[in-house]
Protein backbone atom coordinates (compact mmCIF):
# COMPACT_ATOMS: atom_id res chain seq x y z
CA UNK A 1 0.00 0.00 0.00
CA UNK A 2 1.82 3.40 -1.01
CA UNK A 3 1.36 6.14 0.75
CA UNK A 4 1.26 9.65 0.07
CA UNK A 5 3.83 10.14 -2.60
CA UNK A 6 5.40 14.18 -3.58
CA UNK A 7 7.05 14.65 -7.23
CA UNK A 8 9.24 16.14 -7.59
CA UNK A 9 11.75 15.64 -4.85
CA UNK A 10 13.93 18.68 -5.38
CA UNK A 11 13.57 22.03 -7.73
CA UNK A 12 15.73 24.60 -8.18
CA UNK A 13 13.68 28.01 -9.76
CA UNK A 14 14.53 31.49 -9.91
CA UNK A 15 12.71 34.74 -8.64
CA UNK A 16 9.75 35.66 -10.42
CA UNK A 17 9.38 32.19 -12.12
CA UNK A 18 6.26 29.94 -11.45
CA UNK A 19 6.46 26.07 -9.69
CA UNK A 20 3.73 23.37 -9.84
CA UNK A 21 4.41 20.29 -7.01
CA UNK A 22 2.65 17.06 -7.37
CA UNK A 23 0.75 14.94 -4.64
CA UNK A 24 -0.86 11.37 -4.80
CA UNK A 25 -3.10 10.83 -1.44
CA UNK A 26 -2.22 7.64 0.32
CA UNK A 27 -4.68 5.21 -1.15
CA UNK A 28 -8.69 5.37 0.50
CA UNK A 29 -7.62 8.82 1.60
CA UNK A 30 -10.07 11.73 0.13
CA UNK A 31 -8.83 15.03 1.33
CA UNK A 32 -5.24 16.75 0.89
CA UNK A 33 -3.52 19.56 2.92
CA UNK A 34 -0.84 21.41 2.16
CA UNK A 35 2.09 23.02 4.10
CA UNK A 36 5.46 25.10 3.98
CA UNK A 37 8.21 24.25 6.04
CA UNK A 38 11.07 27.08 6.27
CA UNK A 39 14.44 25.37 7.54
CA UNK A 40 14.47 24.88 11.16
CA UNK A 41 10.62 25.87 11.65
CA UNK A 42 7.62 23.76 12.37
CA UNK A 43 5.08 23.17 9.49
CA UNK A 44 2.74 25.86 8.11
CA UNK A 45 -0.72 25.19 7.21
CA UNK A 46 -1.33 26.61 2.87
CA UNK A 47 -4.71 25.05 2.59
CA UNK A 48 -6.57 21.65 2.34
CA UNK A 49 -8.72 20.34 -0.71
CA UNK A 50 -11.62 17.98 -0.29
CA UNK A 51 -14.10 17.08 -3.06
CA UNK A 52 -12.08 19.21 -5.37
CA UNK A 53 -12.32 22.41 -3.62
CA UNK A 54 -10.36 24.86 -1.40
CA UNK A 55 -12.04 24.29 2.19
CA UNK A 56 -9.64 25.80 4.17
CA UNK A 57 -6.60 28.38 3.79
CA UNK A 58 -3.92 29.52 5.84
CA UNK A 59 -2.25 32.91 5.79
CA UNK A 60 -0.55 32.95 2.29
CA UNK A 61 -0.80 35.36 -0.71
CA UNK A 62 -2.74 34.50 -3.51
CA UNK A 63 0.35 33.29 -5.33
CA UNK A 64 -0.37 29.74 -3.84
CA UNK A 65 -2.88 28.09 -5.38
CA UNK A 66 -4.36 24.41 -5.63
CA UNK A 67 -6.28 22.38 -7.20
CA UNK A 68 -7.31 18.31 -6.64
CA UNK A 69 -8.11 15.58 -9.12
CA UNK A 70 -11.11 13.33 -9.43
CA UNK A 71 -8.56 10.73 -8.46
CA UNK A 72 -7.95 13.01 -5.02
CA UNK A 73 -4.55 14.02 -6.53
CA UNK A 74 -3.53 17.37 -6.08
CA UNK A 75 -1.27 20.58 -7.48
CA UNK A 76 0.53 23.30 -5.38
CA UNK A 77 1.25 26.11 -7.74
CA UNK A 78 3.30 29.15 -6.56
CA UNK A 79 3.88 32.04 -9.13
CA UNK A 80 6.14 35.30 -8.96
CA UNK A 81 8.18 32.97 -6.68
CA UNK A 82 10.16 34.99 -4.06
CA UNK A 83 13.28 34.24 -2.38
CA UNK A 84 11.29 33.21 0.92
CA UNK A 85 9.44 30.95 -1.05
CA UNK A 86 12.46 28.23 -0.46
CA UNK A 87 10.80 25.59 1.90
CA UNK A 88 10.15 22.13 1.93
CA UNK A 89 7.05 21.40 0.74
CA UNK A 90 4.25 18.73 2.42
CA UNK A 91 1.58 17.48 1.06
CA UNK A 92 -0.72 15.57 4.00
CA UNK A 93 -3.78 13.43 3.18
CA UNK A 94 -6.60 11.89 5.61
CA UNK A 95 -10.03 9.91 4.89
CA UNK A 96 -12.39 12.82 6.16
CA UNK A 97 -14.50 10.54 8.30
CA UNK A 98 -11.05 10.07 10.40
CA UNK A 99 -10.64 13.82 11.24
CA UNK A 100 -7.33 15.37 11.98
CA UNK A 101 -4.95 12.47 11.73
CA UNK A 102 -2.47 13.13 8.89
CA UNK A 103 -0.18 11.01 6.69
CA UNK A 104 2.62 13.02 5.40
CA UNK A 105 4.63 12.86 2.06
CA UNK A 106 8.35 13.20 2.03
CA UNK A 107 8.28 16.52 0.74
CA UNK A 108 9.68 18.76 -2.29
CA UNK A 109 12.47 20.84 -1.46
CA UNK A 110 12.24 24.15 -3.21
CA UNK A 111 15.28 26.40 -3.63
CA UNK A 112 14.57 29.94 -5.20
CA UNK A 113 17.60 31.86 -6.65
CA UNK B 1 1.83 32.25 13.58
CA UNK B 2 3.15 29.18 15.79
CA UNK B 3 0.66 28.72 18.13
CA UNK B 4 2.69 25.70 19.58
CA UNK B 5 5.70 25.81 21.16
CA UNK B 6 8.28 22.51 22.49
CA UNK B 7 10.23 23.00 25.01
CA UNK B 8 13.16 22.29 25.11
CA UNK B 9 14.27 23.17 21.88
CA UNK B 10 16.96 20.31 21.80
CA UNK B 11 17.42 17.12 24.10
CA UNK B 12 20.33 14.95 24.14
CA UNK B 13 20.11 11.60 26.25
CA UNK B 14 22.04 8.16 25.91
CA UNK B 15 19.91 5.02 25.06
CA UNK B 16 17.81 3.80 27.48
CA UNK B 17 16.89 7.20 29.17
CA UNK B 18 13.84 8.81 28.91
CA UNK B 19 12.76 12.10 27.23
CA UNK B 20 10.61 14.25 28.43
CA UNK B 21 9.27 17.47 25.73
CA UNK B 22 6.54 20.19 26.68
CA UNK B 23 4.50 21.83 24.30
CA UNK B 24 2.97 24.91 24.86
CA UNK B 25 -0.48 26.43 22.96
CA UNK B 26 -2.08 29.75 23.21
CA UNK B 27 -6.00 28.89 21.84
CA UNK B 28 -8.70 26.42 22.76
CA UNK B 29 -7.86 23.76 20.72
CA UNK B 30 -10.25 20.19 19.99
CA UNK B 31 -7.22 18.10 19.72
CA UNK B 32 -3.59 18.10 20.14
CA UNK B 33 -1.17 15.52 18.03
CA UNK B 34 2.33 14.79 18.37
CA UNK B 35 4.58 14.06 14.92
CA UNK B 36 8.12 12.75 14.55
CA UNK B 37 10.18 14.59 11.53
CA UNK B 38 13.49 12.21 10.83
CA UNK B 39 15.99 14.00 9.11
CA UNK B 40 13.51 17.21 7.80
CA UNK B 41 11.82 15.38 5.62
CA UNK B 42 8.26 13.72 6.01
CA UNK B 43 5.94 13.89 9.47
CA UNK B 44 5.34 10.52 11.21
CA UNK B 45 1.92 10.93 13.04
CA UNK B 46 2.52 9.41 16.73
CA UNK B 47 -0.59 10.05 18.51
CA UNK B 48 -3.64 12.29 19.27
CA UNK B 49 -4.85 13.70 22.27
CA UNK B 50 -8.49 14.61 22.35
CA UNK B 51 -9.32 18.03 24.44
CA UNK B 52 -11.64 16.07 27.10
CA UNK B 53 -8.74 13.37 27.65
CA UNK B 54 -5.76 13.66 30.26
CA UNK B 55 -3.13 11.33 29.05
CA UNK B 56 -3.14 8.35 26.63
CA UNK B 57 -0.48 5.71 26.10
CA UNK B 58 0.62 4.55 22.89
CA UNK B 59 3.85 1.47 23.23
CA UNK B 60 6.68 3.71 24.79
CA UNK B 61 4.54 6.96 24.30
CA UNK B 62 3.30 8.44 27.10
CA UNK B 63 0.84 12.17 26.51
CA UNK B 64 -0.75 14.24 28.71
CA UNK B 65 -2.64 17.10 28.47
CA UNK B 66 -3.87 20.02 30.57
CA UNK B 67 -6.20 22.47 28.76
CA UNK B 68 -6.31 24.89 31.92
CA UNK B 69 -2.64 25.89 31.39
CA UNK B 70 -2.64 25.28 27.72
CA UNK B 71 0.17 22.54 27.79
CA UNK B 72 1.23 18.87 26.99
CA UNK B 73 3.85 16.63 27.39
CA UNK B 74 5.38 13.78 25.10
CA UNK B 75 7.01 11.41 27.32
CA UNK B 76 8.83 8.19 25.43
CA UNK B 77 10.55 6.08 27.64
CA UNK B 78 13.43 3.57 27.08
CA UNK B 79 15.01 5.64 24.17
CA UNK B 80 16.52 4.20 20.90
CA UNK B 81 19.21 5.39 18.91
CA UNK B 82 16.01 5.38 16.45
CA UNK B 83 14.43 7.82 18.12
CA UNK B 84 16.54 10.40 17.22
CA UNK B 85 14.28 12.52 15.24
CA UNK B 86 12.75 16.26 15.67
CA UNK B 87 9.49 15.98 17.45
CA UNK B 88 6.10 18.84 16.76
CA UNK B 89 3.18 19.31 18.43
CA UNK B 90 0.45 20.58 16.30
CA UNK B 91 -2.85 21.66 17.34
CA UNK B 92 -6.43 22.30 15.84
CA UNK B 93 -8.73 25.31 16.34
CA UNK B 94 -11.45 24.68 18.50
CA UNK B 95 -14.82 25.16 16.49
CA UNK B 96 -11.62 24.94 13.22
CA UNK B 97 -10.84 22.55 10.71
CA UNK B 98 -9.05 19.37 12.01
CA UNK B 99 -6.98 19.89 9.19
CA UNK B 100 -5.89 23.26 10.01
CA UNK B 101 -3.16 22.20 12.08
CA UNK B 102 -0.76 24.73 13.69
CA UNK B 103 2.55 23.43 14.94
CA UNK B 104 4.76 24.58 16.91
CA UNK B 105 8.98 24.90 16.44
CA UNK B 106 9.61 21.33 17.38
CA UNK B 107 12.51 19.84 19.66
CA UNK B 108 15.10 17.76 18.49
CA UNK B 109 16.34 15.10 20.22
CA UNK B 110 19.35 12.94 20.05
CA UNK B 111 19.87 9.69 21.14
CA UNK B 112 23.42 8.30 21.79
CA UNK B 113 24.49 5.21 21.86
Known amino acids: DAGVTQSPTHLIKTRGQQVTLRCSPKSGHDTVSWYQQALGQGPQFIFQYYEEEERQRGNFPDRFSGHQFPNYSSELNVNALLLGDSALYLC????????????FGSGTQLSVL | SQQGEEDPQALSIQEGENATMNCSYK?????LQWYRQNSGRGLVHLILIRSNEREKHSGRLRVTLDTSKKSSSLLITASRAADTASYFCATDAKGGSNYKLTFGKGTLLTVNP
Open chain 2, 27 to 31: TSINN
Open chain 1, 92 to 103: ASSFIRFGGKLF
